[in-house]
């Protein structure tokens, strides 16, 4: 469980969001507010990485204490470069938002896609416009352009 104090403990799960501006975007508060509410004991530490230190950054996430990271737009096609694995749909896509952790190996994933695919074929989703506008490969998605 969550302490309501926000303290990171030995078995917090962390996650990072590689960003050149992190610090400045709701992307993390919003996310660690979720995790709180739900009773989640993870945290995501907005990363504020320059273009020139994106590869060190993520080739050393490996030894580090972090369990996965989320990859912003900027930095998602150099992402898919650095990985020992990747899901056929990061391959497929030729970029990942999503890095996990696992026995020291970086393994890819696209999340943002799949989550706003499935919340497009919601029978209650009414309109796709601001999806649209929130990610231009969700466009890609819809439109088969």
């Known amino acids: 469980m969550m302490n309501n104090d926000n ?5 917090t799960k962390l996650f990072g969001y590689l960003a050149e501006n992190a610090h400045s975007s709701r992307f993390s508060v919003t996310l660690n507010k979720l995790y709180k509410e739900n009773g989640i ?6 990363m504020n990485i320059r273009p020139d230190d994106v590869a060190f ?6 030894h580090s204490k972090l369990n996965g990271a989320v990859i912003a737009g900027e930095y998602q096609e150099e992402a898919l470069s650095l990985l020992d694995e990747a899901t ?3 391959l497929e896509g030729g970029y990942c938002d999503c890095i996990m952790i696992r026995e020291g190996k ?3 994933d696209l999340i943002m896609t799949s989550a706003l695919e499935r919340y497009a074929d919601r029978d209650d989703f009414v309109d796709d416009v ?3 506008s929130l990610c231009h490969y969700f466009y890609d998605l819809t439109t088969g352009e």
């Open 7 to 11: 303290t990171i403990t030995a078995s």
């Open 106 to 108: 970086l393994i890819g």
């Open 41 to 46: 004991d993870a945290m995501i530490i907005p």
């Open 88 to 90: 056929s749909e990061a």
């Open 130 to 132: 601001a999806l649209r």
């Open 57 to 62: 950054t993520i080739s050393q996430m490996r």
